[in-house]
């Protein structure tokens, strides 16, 4: 993942000014009005992990991924963060 220091902190998705980023794991959104994403600048893109992937800072890089190991982080994208159950409840007839 690269950006500028003003990137946000967040281990499963970043945002900020031209992000790069390794598709294979993470989806890189370039146009965040279509996903209902804020856009605060027309350079503003936004990196969502996918899986089990996370992103780590490069600074002290082994002990953040010792850190995070086998641990669950919401937000990103994964199947279990993107099935939302739905149900219609309608009242019986009198």
């Given at each position: 993942?690269?950006?500028?220091?003003?990137?946000?902190?967040?281990?499963?998705?970043?945002?900020?000014?031209?992000?790069?980023?390794?598709?294979?794991?993470?989806?890189?959104?370039?146009?965040?009005?279509?996903?209902?994403?804020?856009?605060?600048?027309v350079?503003?893109?936004?990196?969502?992990?996918?899986?089990?992937?996370y992103?780590?800072?490069?600074?002290?890089?082994?002990?953040?991924?010792?850190?995070?190991?086998?641990?669950?982080?919401?937000?990103?994208?994964?199947?279990?963060?993107?099935?939302?159950?739905?149900?219609?409840?309608?009242?019986?007839?009198?």
């Amino acid at each position: 993942m690269l950006g500028d220091r003003e990137t946000s902190t967040a281990l499963r998705f970043k945002f900020g000014r031209n992000l790069r980023g390794d598709e294979r794991h993470a989806i890189l959104v370039r146009d965040p009005l279509p996903f209902g994403l804020p856009r605060s600048s027309v350079t503003t893109t936004y990196l969502l992990a996918k899986e089990d992937y996370y992103f780590v800072y490069p600074t002290n890089y082994h002990h953040y991924v010792n850190l995070y190991r086998d641990t669950f982080q919401h937000g990103g994208v994964s199947l279990q963060e993107m099935i939302v159950p739905i149900v219609t409840l309608r009242p019986r007839a009198v």
